[in-house]
């Protein structure tokens, strides 16, 4: 179901990281191509290694230093429309490591056109806050900022995750619906056991309900719509 689709994993600052990594397995052997991306915050709860072992693939967790020599390849829409992986002609290139007008070193853009479908698990208040008003201060909120077109198409998927007081809070509420209305589609927060120890809502969704809600985004992807969107959308820019 995910073969030949290129996933780019966000993981962010919930106690609900550990379980992305399962999640991340799961993507991995299901075929999908996967790339994660970890705020500072994530990286402070769980080890970019675990990542990197399930994935067997390189953890970014810096606007500054991403380096184009990551597992890329060309996303499946592009491929259906003949082009080429801007990482793979990159790479080709003798200029490819100073950088190229076409965004040589831009890798937070290299990797949001690398992607078919990105997903964030789980996806703290701070993230939803930050996709909502468009604020990009670290690598994941550029990138999802930067990822418009897949957000129209309804290419991005957010496992929200956080204390059930926070979840209630109307702010942010207010930027759940704005994420929606933007189109990310959401998955959870459940009812469940919170690492405060309360029983409420604010669990993430378990990772094979993820791993599905993907799969459903995935045949989306694939059957074509998502691409006709992303075509019929793209006026900024
Ligand atoms: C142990 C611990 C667990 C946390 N769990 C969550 C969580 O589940 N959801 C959430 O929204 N914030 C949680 N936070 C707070 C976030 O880590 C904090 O808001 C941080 O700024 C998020 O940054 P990020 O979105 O860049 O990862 C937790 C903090 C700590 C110290």
């Given at each position: ?47 970019p ?13 810096s ?11 060309a ?60 604020i ?19 290419a ?15 702010a ?20 469940g ?41 793209e006026t900024?820019?």
């Amino acid at each position: 179901m995910l073969d030949n689709l290129n996933i780019l994993l966000g993981v962010t600052g919930g106690i609900a990281a550990y379980k992305a990594v399962d999640l991340a397995s799961k993507l991995t052997a299901g075929g999908a191509g996967l790339n994660t991306v970890m705020t500072e915050s994530a990286c402070r709860l769980i080890g970019p290694k675990s990542f990197e072992a399930v994935t067997q693939s390189a953890v970014f967790t810096s606007l500054w230093n991403i380096d184009a020599r990551f597992n890329l390849r060309a996303p499946a829409s592009w491929k259906e429309a003949g082009r080429e992986s801007s990482i793979e002609h990159r790479e080709s290139r003798s200029e490819s490591r100073a950088g190229t007008p076409q965004g040589g070193n831009l890798g937070h853009i290299a990797l949001v056109d690398w992607a078919d479908i990105v997903v964030v698990a789980p996806a703290t208040a701070n993230i939803i806050a930050k996709i909502a008003n468009g604020i990009c201060d670290d690598l994941l909120s550029t990138a999802l900022c930067a990822c418009w077109p897949l957000i129209k198409s309804g290419a991005t998927l957010l496992a929200p995750a956080m204390n059930n007081n926070m979840w209630t809070n109307a702010a942010v509420q207010r930027n759940v619906k704005t994420v929606k209305e933007m189109g990310f589609e959401l998955i959870g927060p459940v009812k469940g056991r919170l690492a405060c120890g309360t029983e409420a809502i604010g669990r993430m969704a378990e990772p094979q309900d993820i791993l599905e809600a993907i799969e459903k985004i995935a045949s989306k992807v694939k059957s074509g719509k998502h691409k006709a969107a992303q075509t019929g959308g793209e006026t900024a820019g």
